[in-house]
């Protein structure tokens, strides 16, 4: 599981290692955005609390997961990507899988706050294969299209500036003490994601 403040690189992380390891992977934020387009019930629930830039109730944010992983992830190794992100979603999420079929890995992908709000800032997504891209990384400025499926790209609401403050307070308050938690299960692996993005993607499979 990749586990990391808003804009450390979670997502695109989690690209590479799909690309790499071919397994399959969720993103809760994905999957919720999944929702909001389609307008379901529950993405339009989601919404107003995505908007705000802070988490979606846990019953529903581990039912929507531990739904998926029942579906998708009970065949073989998978990949986790921003759940859980508060320590009653890891407990049920222990809960739910059996012990010899538990997280082998959380990748804790630290970044320093500047960092982060530089990259948030200027994070465009791609409608279509939901690739995030920041504007100096990818040069994507001239043509305004997904490096990877010239899909359209646009700015996530809680990308401006309000959001992504209360997202970086809730970060702190909810998600960084599952640090300590999967650390004392001896499961943590500590990433620098200052690191280029190929670099940070070889620690990760070289930990694997
Ligand atoms: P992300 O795409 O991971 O940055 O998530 C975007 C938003 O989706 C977050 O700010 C939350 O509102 C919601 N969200 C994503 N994952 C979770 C989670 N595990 N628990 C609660 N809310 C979540």
Redesign the pocket.
């Known amino acids: 599981m990749l586990l990391g403040p ?1 804009g450390a690189g ?1 997502g695109t992380q989690a690209g590479q290692i799909v690309k790499k390891l071919k397994i399959p992977s969720v ?4 999957l ?1 955005r999944d929702h909001e387009r389609r307008k379901t019930s529950l993405g339009l629930l ?1 919404q107003t ?2 908007n705000k ?4 109730p846990d019953d529903i ?1 581990t039912k929507m997961i531990i739904g998926w992983i029942s579906q998708y992830g009970n065949k073989g190794n998978f990949l986790l990507d ?5 320590l009653a ?1 890891a407990t049920s999420l222990d809960e739910s899988l059996d012990k010899n079929n538990n997280i082998d890995r959380a990748f804790y992908i630290k970044v320093s706050e500047d960092v982060l709000v530089k990259r948030l800032s200027t994070r465009l997504i791609c409608v279509s294969c939901q690739t995030p891209h920041t504007s100096a990384r990818d040069k994507i400025k001239e043509s305004n299209k997904c490096v990877m499926c010239n899909g359209i790209l646009y700015q996530r609401k ?1 990308d401006k500036p309000k959001a992504v403050c209360a ?1 970086i307070r809730e970060y702190m308050n909810k998600t960084s003490p599952l640090i300590e938690y999967y650390a004392n299960s001896s499961i943590l692996k500590e990433v620098n994601g200052e690191n280029p993005v190929p670099k940070v993607t070889q620690l990760i499979i070289d930990s694997l």
């Not at 993103?27 to 994905?30: A, E, F």
């Not at 830039?53 to 979606?56: A, E, K, N, R």
């Open positions: 808003p979670k993103s809760s934020g994905d919720f989601a609390y995505m830039g802070i988490l979606v944010t921003g759940f859980p992100r508060t979603q809680d997202r």
